[in-house]
């Protein structure tokens, strides 16, 4: 397995912009994980952002959170979840990052959960009902079983906490793209492509974009400001569709990407 520094300096070498693919563990049944994660890795993607159904998913759309729905509809817990990633993870070196809220950490308990993260071999988590303010109580934990904690920045974000964010962790900085919640959308701000050349100025770690991208375009346009893209939505309407080529389509857009500047 490698670390996502390791995957992300890869992507670099090989003159790509990195695609992060999200998917809901639990959606289709957990049977279908493996199956999921493998074709993403065989895909090209870099790492895998594998979010734990929950109940109250404030910052995800209606896509994923009716993904969140079947998952937990089907029995998913965060312990099977954990379960299962081990049964698999030995066959895999691609990173892999939880996507989840605070509260099933806290139910699962704060070291029990870096454990678990650490057992099977999950190399990072974003959480983000957190702030950088409260993220103490989990810090220590994520730092003993060397766990990276990925940070988001919003497009209301002042460039000074920005900043500050950008120089915690060896992961990647997420650069939320929208004023609201996950889903695809059909145009972004008119400024985005200035305000993600912000982000990459004050961060020493690779810059992505997410939130709303559903398009080879939106990859190709984003990934003219940044380091690369997360796809969350579309991957798993293409995925709940078994759209298969569309997911590959994707993936494909991140790769030897032009340095011509486009409008956003």
Request: proline residues 5%.
């Amino acid at each position: 397995m490698i670390t996502i520094a390791e995957a992300f300096a890869q992507v670099k070498k090989n003159g790509d912009k990195a695609f992060v693919p999200y998917i809901m563990a639990g959606d289709g049944g957990l049977e279908s994980l493996e199956e999921k994660i493998k074709f993403l890795e065989n895909a090209g993607a870099t790492a895998i952002e594998v979010g734990i159904p929950f109940s109250d998913p404030v910052a995800d759309g209606p896509i994923i959170q009716a993904a969140g729905i079947r998952a937990l509809k089907a029995g998913t817990t965060l312990k099977k979840v954990f379960e299962t990633i081990s049964s698999f993870r030995a066959s895999t070196s691609i990173p892999l990052v939880f996507m989840t809220y605070i509260n099933p950490i806290l139910s699962y308990g704060i070291e029990a959960f870096f454990q678990s993260c650490n057992k099977a071999n999950i190399n990072g988590i974003i959480v983000p009902d957190l702030p950088i303010e409260e993220e103490e109580i989990l810090l220590p934990f994520a730092e003993k079983y060397q766990v990276e904690i990925v940070r988001l920045v919003t497009l209301t974000s002042p460039i000074d906490r920005i900043e500050t964010i950008a120089k915690k962790g060896n992961g990647f900085l997420y650069a939320v793209t929208v004023t609201g919640i996950t889903g695809a959308r059909t145009s972004f701000q008119e400024h985005l492509g200035q305000h993600l050349l912000n982000v990459k100025e004050v961060s020493a770690i690779p810059v992505l974009a997410g939130f709303g991208i559903s398009t080879p375009e939106h990859v190709k346009s984003m990934t003219q400001y940044c380091d690369g893209v997360i796809v969350g939505s579309k991957i798993v309407d293409l995925f709940d569709k078994n759209d298969l080529e569309g997911i590959k389509n994707l993936i494909a857009a991140s790769k030897k990407v032009g340095i011509e500047q486009r409008s956003l």
